[in-house]
T-cell receptor
Framework: ETGVTQTPRHLVMGMTNKKSLKCEQHLGHNAMYWYKQSAKKPLELMFVYNFKEQTENNSVPSRFSPECPNSSHLFLHLHTLQPEDSALYLC????????????FGSGTRLTVV | TQLLEQSPQFLSIQEGENLTVYCNSS?????LQWYRQEPGEGPVLLVT?????EVKKLKRLTFQFGDARKDSSLHITAAQPGDTGLYLCAGEGSGNTPLVFGKGTRLSVIA
């Protein structure tokens, strides 16, 4: 399989649940990202990993916890979320310093009830 | 914080019409990218522009980077229903910082 793959595509969870989003890239890229996409807002950068090291955390609440076990896999662990966290969560990868752009996955549509 | 303003926010046109969407900022970017996103999918890269004044063409789409590298435009000639989608511009600052995205222009082309 090529490109960036995200699972699950859809997720409905209660505010007391714990779940994880998974992202996998088969492009040999050295950077991976989590973005949040909500209606009427620009894509919001959440976390950045360069060579498996977290280089950015844009003041994201601790109920979101990223994990990058290797350069091909990225997880977003979720716990005690709020209804306003409902959004499309997009994973992307890139090869740093090449101007080659980001390759995005199809996203996980998350609904918190 | 670098911000990108896109206009118009929404655009609905008839098949065959021409259109231009804009991406503006007060900040200078080392490169600027355009993406198209269709419902239920992630954004897909259309083009990257790097040099001030650069013009790139992709079939019926023409992309221009402003001379000062603060703004960009996307012109579509003879729009088709397949062009429907959310068009996002994204700027890269200096030092390989992560992309900053605009809110997007939602285009609907009616047959």
């Amino acid at each position: 399989e090529t490109g960036v793959t995200q699972t699950p595509r859809h997720l409905v969870m209660g505010m007391t649940n714990k779940k994880s989003l998974k992202c996998e890239q088969h492009l040999g890229h050295n950077a991976m990202y989590w973005y949040k996409q909500s209606a009427k807002k620009p894509l919001e950068l959440m976390f950045v990993y360069n060579f498996k090291e977290q280089t950015e955390n844009n003041s994201v609440p601790s109920r979101f916890s990223p994990e990058c076990p290797n350069s091909s896999h990225l997880f977003l662990h979720l716990h005690t979320l709020q209804p306003e966290d409902s959004a499309l969560y997009l994973c992307a990868s890139s090869q740093v310093a090449t101007k080659g752009g980001y390759t995005f996955g199809s996203g996980t549509r998350l609904t918190v009830v | 914080t670098q911000l990108l303003e896109q206009s118009p926010q929404f655009l609905s046109i008839q098949e065959g019409e021409n259109l231009t969407v804009y991406c503006n900022s007060s900040s200078v970017f080392s490169s600027l990218q355009w993406y198209r996103q269709e419902p239920g999918e992630g954004p897909v890269l259309l083009v990257t522009v790097v040099t001030g004044g650069e013009v790139k063409k992709l079939k019926r789409l023409t992309f221009q980077f402003g001379d000062a590298r603060k703004d960009s435009s996307l012109h579509i000639t003879a729009a088709q229903p397949g062009d429907t989608g959310l068009y996002l511009c994204a700027g890269e600052g200096s030092g390989n910082t992560p992309l900053v995205f605009g809110k997007g222009t939602r285009l609907s082309v009616i047959a």
